[in-house]
């Protein structure tokens, strides 16, 4: 017997081009919502991930390299500035500053050891860091000694065979790599740290340049309970002119404020999108109620309902949208893996999105695209259902 | 007292063109008797067809009653009219009327997908066989009506009216497009239907002869009844 369904797909069936560039609309509106809503999610949910797991409260670099800082720790560039170590002893003294720690970031050259591409090292002081001793303790559990590094999770060293023990030459040293710590979501995790017991030798090797004896490249500073960072951030820079220094919450400003004029063009391009889609949808269903309004007639005068005629179309109108916004969501996943190798920002970003988060973004790119179609037949649909079954007998 | 089936009390219905008012139907009144064959004649533009649909519960009377088993069927919600159609009428139109993308069995099917009542599938498939055998196109019940002939897609039209076991046939001249065999053939199973299950058959015709064989005849001009 047909039912409404089999008697909808046959509709569908009935001229597949038109039903094609249907879900083709569809489809491109769900792509657009899945490659935008990933590329905004993953940025803003890479800075919240770095800034939350810095364990820092303040950041004081060299004067002019905020942004540079800010690459390091949210886009994995591997950048190098450096300062007087004095200034952490000038920082230690402000007020409210409870707690401050200093690191020294270096950069080892491509093609000198082991096929590794140019990385990270940092050097920081175990005495008196709060930042990476946490997390060192977990996998290492004792101090680093002289000649012993250890692999950020996706550091180019870390070669995750649990292979955890193996000679690297770094700066001309020979470094033992005695571990790996786990993923942090931060800039960190393509660095290579060492102690800054190291420096020396390294100094002494020549391999740096413009590195020297007492330089640092950043002061990372944990402030007293109930004070406010930015106000310890404003005493920074009134009080130490060869130093910038950022709030935790600043982190991240200026990508941020890039992000939203990114985010506003990917909302103007989905609305217009959207718009079309509509459109499109509302102009074939119009030509579809006048091509079929005789059926709909004769349906009416043989006992169909209006909850009838609803239902056969609606049927239609989702088989369409629902298809259109799968094909979508599996195109515009695959456009974001590909075009985000184009995108610098989403290239270096340290997180990637969990499984629940895409499941939103589908789910939401999915009700986009179906809801959009639903909402171009309606008016179509709400005309063909008021057909009188008279205009039938009329028209014969 | 058994109650009259059809009762059409005063009817009229008046259609607006442009800015003229045509009066199709004039205040007919008629009583139409369960079982019993009622042939409508008449020239074109009399308001046979409009009577039917007024019937039919297509289009709402001007001024008047239309009575189905002693109910005013135009006090029913736009479901129950549907329901009505569906279950208690067969419409056979002026032209085939079929669904273009269906066979000519599951055309015949169509009406029952749209049963209030749950419709279990047993016996439906074969009910529609049974039917379009009965008009002479068991070899053309998986045919779509593009591959049928006029005269052919006519018949699957008069096969699908019988479909729900409807107590009452509307025909809207159902023999137009058949030869004269045919014709006949098909006014020798509305009888057969109307004698065997009582259906009651109100059609539309131009053909006197075929008039001639109903029980009751009534003839239309310019929107009202004449002796026949």
Known sequence: MPTLFSFAFKNIKRKPLRTGILMFAIALLAAALVFSLSFVQRVNGSIKKSTERLGADLLVVPTNSRGAAEEILLENRIKTFYMKRSIIDRVRALPGVEKATEQVYLVTVAGVCCSVPESMVIAFNQDSDFIINPWLK????????????????????????????????????????????????????????????????????????NLQPDDISVVLVKVKPGVDPASVAASVEDTIIEADAMARKDIGKNIIAALKDISR?????????????????????????????????????????????????????????????????????GMSAALSKGFTIVKQLSTELSIGEQAVIAAVSFLGGTVICVLGALAPIQRLKKMEPLLVIKAE | MTMSQIVIDAVSKDYRVANETIAAVRGVSLV????????????????????????GGMVSPSS????????????????????????????????????????????????????????????HGQKAERLLHAVGLSDKINAY?????????????????????PELILADEPTGDLDEETENE???????????????????????????????????????????
């Open chain 1, 138 to 209: 977990e996998k290492v559990r004792h101090r680093l000694g002289k000649g012993e590094a250890v692999a950020g999770f996706e550091s180019a060293f870390n070669i995750r065979l649990g292979l955890v023990e193996m000679d690297s030459m770094l700066f001309g040293n020979v470094f033992r790599l005695i571990g790996s710590l786990e993923k942090t979501g931060t800039g960190f995790d393509t660095a290579v740290f060492i102690g800054m017991e190291n420096m020396p030798a390294i100094i002494a090797s020549g391999k740096v340049k």
């Open chain 1, 265 to 333: 063009i990917f909302t103007m391009t989905i609305a217009l999108t959207a718009v079309m889609s509509f459109f499109l949808v509302w102009a074939i269903f119009t030509a579809i109620a006048n091509e079929r309004s005789k059926e709909v007639g004769i349906m009416r005068a043989i006992g169909a309902k209006e909850s009838h005629i609803l239902t056969l179309f609606f049927i239609e109108v989702l088989v369409i949208g629902i298809a259109g916004s799968l094909v979508g969501i599996v195109a515009g996943i």
């Open chain 2, 32 to 55: 139409i008797e369960r079982g019993t064959f009622v042939s409508i004649v008449g020239h074109s533009g009399s308001g046979k067809t409009t009577l039917l649909s007024l019937i």
């Open chain 2, 64 to 123: 008047g009653r239309v009575l189905f088993n002693g109910e005013d069927i135009y006090t029913w919600t736009s479901d129950q009219l549907s329901q009505y159609r569906c279950e208690k009428i067969g419409f056979m139109f002026q032209s085939a009327s079929l669904l273009s993308i269906l066979t000519a069995k599951e055309n015949l099917m169509l009406p029952v997908a749209f049963r209030s009542q749950g419709t279990p599938d047993g016996g």
């Open chain 2, 145 to 165: 009506p593009a591959q049928l002939s006029g005269g052919q897609q006519r018949r699957v039209a008069i096969a699908r009216a019988f479909m729900n076991d």
């Open chain 2, 186 to 228: 098909m006014m020798q199973f509305f009888l057969r239907m109307n004698k065997d299950h009582g259906t009651t058959f109100i059609m539309v015709t131009h053909n006197s002869e075929l008039a001639g064989r109903t029980r009751q005849h009534i003839r239309m001009h310019q929107g009202m009844l004449q002796p026949a």
